[in-house]
């Protein structure tokens, strides 16, 4: 396992990491591991340790994962995943379990698969991005302890204060699309995580991602969408429009985005570039 690294957020799993290094210490000798404080570290880590690592383990949630994949794009190294965060949206979409023998086992039998991954403005993004609604959502959970019950009182504190954006898109064939959406997303895979799939006919592996564009929605239609999103149902209608894309551009109103669940800001104008088969997985 010496050609294998693992980078821990321990601020995932509400910041108990302890139980998964206890195991993986007595399970593989001498593991090559950081806890990893920073985005600094871990770039800090994953560069002094890329010549001799072919196997890179990301041990946290979607935000995690992808500052772990921006070092692995288009290149032959392989990213493996240990499901620590509070959506684990990529993760399960990847078929990656909190089974650290299942992993171990992945990691001996060394399958391989590569998978699309894109760009918010030069921004990687390897799982569902977005701004609007689910940006704000994102903005106002960085400041509660995470875990689902939070997502979900912010979620619908955000929808009743939330206005919507105003989208314009640049190339003529979209124009028609543009308009006022209570959110944009960009879907690589199916779900933002903890199974609400937002785009359930996305692929990973297509070359393309689904551009979905949800319009402000009545509240007696709420239990309707939450029942498609978890239902893997959601679908063309009245206030969803999907298109799905290689390359975009377009305007929006707001900063305020996220990727992968990681809330920043993003300037528009914005380009969306798919990235097809770009980043090596464990199978």
Do not use: C
């Amino acid at each position: 396992m010496q050609h294998v690294a693992f980078i821990i957020n321990p601020f995932s799993a509400k910041k108990n990491y302890h139980p998964f290094l206890d195991e993986l210490k007595k399970k593989v000798d001498n593991p090559k591991f950081i806890i990893s404080k920073s985005i600094k570290d871990t770039d800090s880590f994953i560069k002094d340790n890329f010549d001799t690592t072919s196997v890179f383990v990301a041990v946290g949630g979607d935000g995690t994962i992808s500052t772990v994949a921006k070092h692995l794009i288009n290149t032959e190294k392989t990213l493996a995943i240990f499901p620590a965060g509070s959506g684990n949206g990529f993760s399960n979409e990847t078929h990656f379990q909190k089974d650290l023998d299942d992993l171990l086992i992945k990691i001996t039998d060394n399958k391989t698969r590569y998978i699309d991954s894109f760009t918010v403005n030069g921004k990687l993004s390897i799982n569902v991005s977005g701004a609007g609604f689910d940006g704000r959502i994102a903005r106002d959970f960085e400041k509660t302890n995470r875990g689902f019950v939070n997502y979900i009182k912010v979620s619908i504190k955000t929808f009743f204060n939330n206005r919507p954006v105003e989208v314009k898109f640049h190339d003529e064939q979209y124009r028609k699309h543009n308009g006022r959406y209570l959110m944009l997303n960009i879907a690589n895979t199916r779900q933002f995580g903890n199974n609400a799939y937002i785009a359930p006919q996305a692929s990973k592996s297509d070359g393309l991602v689904d551009l979905v564009l949800v319009k402000k929605f009545p509240l007696a239609y709420s239990p309707l969408f939450a029942y498609r999103m978890f239902t893997k149902q959601l679908r063309d209608d009245e206030f969803l429009t999907y298109i799905p894309i290689s390359e975009i551009k377009f305007s929006v109103n707001t900063k305020t985005w996220h990727l992968d669940g990681e809330y920043t800001k993003i300037e528009s104008p914005v380009h969306v570039k798919v990235l097809p088969g770009s980043l090596k997985i464990l199978a």
